[in-house]
């Protein structure tokens, strides 16, 4: 009867120590690579973090050049303008000049 007995207790002691082995690494396992895990989400958090004010630092920049072409055009706007007036003035300058000129011609050949 020990013999029977003896073989099946060390067999069942066996399969009980096979069973929390299994167990105590497959816990061990689960636990690296939640850990795994938690190390490659926080890196994930860390470069999205960089992007975002990366992003956020090239929409100030576009902002910023957004104003300046606005004030840019701004500038434009009101240099044709002053182009505009100038522009008349000249004409209206070669006009008398050219109006004086008659007047001289008429002047000289009246003396003359």
Known sequence: MWEHIVPWTISFFAFVVALL???RNGRNDSMR????NDARMESLKESLLKA???LDQMCAIANETRND?????????????RLSVVENDLK???MRIDEL???????????G
């Open 21 to 23: 082995t299994y167990l």
């Open 33 to 36: 690579d939640r850990a795994e």
């Open 52 to 54: 975002n004010i990366k």
């Open 69 to 81: 072409v606005k004030t840019l055009n701004q500038s434009m706007i009101a240099m044709d303008k």
């Open 92 to 94: 209206t300058a070669f």
């Open 101 to 111: 000129r008659e007047e001289v011609r008429k002047y000289g050949m009246d003396k």
